[in-house]
């Protein structure tokens, strides 16, 4: 069974002060590894895919990194506009067609 | 990136009562989409996964008969929560992933369903 394990579970940093949120993960043949953003009651908001370890991808002040067992969420110098639950989730292969599976999710406060 | 909308943003209705809720993609099309369920403070729950043109998919322990799927188009999934009660309070989320295979899912914005 594919498992998504997120922590921390909640993060409170003041803004500018840097810091990273992690994915571990546990799945039969990775596909893809998908960040995502949610704002409180809105639907998730696509970040970033990383297909294969050693990849990484940035956007803005995020930037994502992926080995065989684990991804972070680097957040550098941070803003209050990046608080937010950030969620991770993984895609398996064989017989799992699109679905994700998502972990519990890091809910970031970026003080000013 | 590509948009999914859901309708309606919300809805509160009685209990025993059914309520329908849409799901489009609007500038591409889409042969699954997947429907979720999120409590408060919790991640997203798959329920199903809608095909189109053939029944849906249900995760185990959903009920397939009180969570009634239709994939009518390449373009809609439509959720019917059937005799609704409380319990089933709770933020209903879809998504469709841009092209068959290894691709993000995008979603919707939401539906927030309250039974009274």
């Known amino acids: 069974e594919d498992q998504v394990t997120q922590s921390p579970e909640a993060l409170r940093l003041q803004e500018g002060e840097s810091s990273s949120l992690n994915c571990s993960y546990t799945?039969?043949?990775?596909?893809?590894l998908f960040w995502y953003r949610q704002d409180p009651g809105k639907g998730p908001e696509f970040l970033f895919t990383?297909?294969?370890a050693g990849e990484e991808k940035e956007k803005e002040r995020l930037k994502a990194t992926l080995t065989k067992k684990e991804s972070f969420l680097h957040i550098t110098a941070p803003k209050p506009e990046d608080s937010a639950t950030y969620l991770c989730?993984?895609?398996?292969?064989?017989?799992?067609?699109?679905?994700?599976?998502f972990g519990e999710g890091t809910q970031l406060t970026v003080n000013p | 990136g590509a948009v999914v909308s859901q309708h309606p943003s919300r809805v509160i209705c009685k209990s025993g009562t059914s309520v329908k809720i849409e799901c489009r993609s609007l500038?591409?099309?889409?042969?699954?989409m997947f429907w979720y369920r999120q409590f408060p403070k919790q991640s997203l729950m798959l329920m199903a996964t809608?095909?189109?043109?053939?029944?849906?998919?249900?995760e185990q322990g959903v009920e397939k008969d009180k969570f009634l799927i239709n994939h009518a188009s390449l373009t809609l999934s439509t959720l019917t929560v059937t005799s609704a009660h409380p319990e089933d309070s709770s933020f209903y989320i879809c998504?469709?992933?841009?092209?068959?295979?290894?691709?993000?899912?995008?979603f919707g914005p939401g539906t927030r369903l309250t039974v009274t």
């Open positions: 799945v039969s043949g990775l596909r893809g």
């Open positions: 500038d591409f099309q889409a042969t699954t």
């Open positions: 990383l297909y294969s």
């Open positions: 998504s469709a992933p841009r092209d068959r295979g290894l691709s993000e899912q995008y």
């Open positions: 989730a993984v895609q398996a292969g064989g017989t799992s067609g699109s679905r994700l599976t």
């Open positions: 809608s095909n189109e043109g053939s029944k849906a998919t249900y």
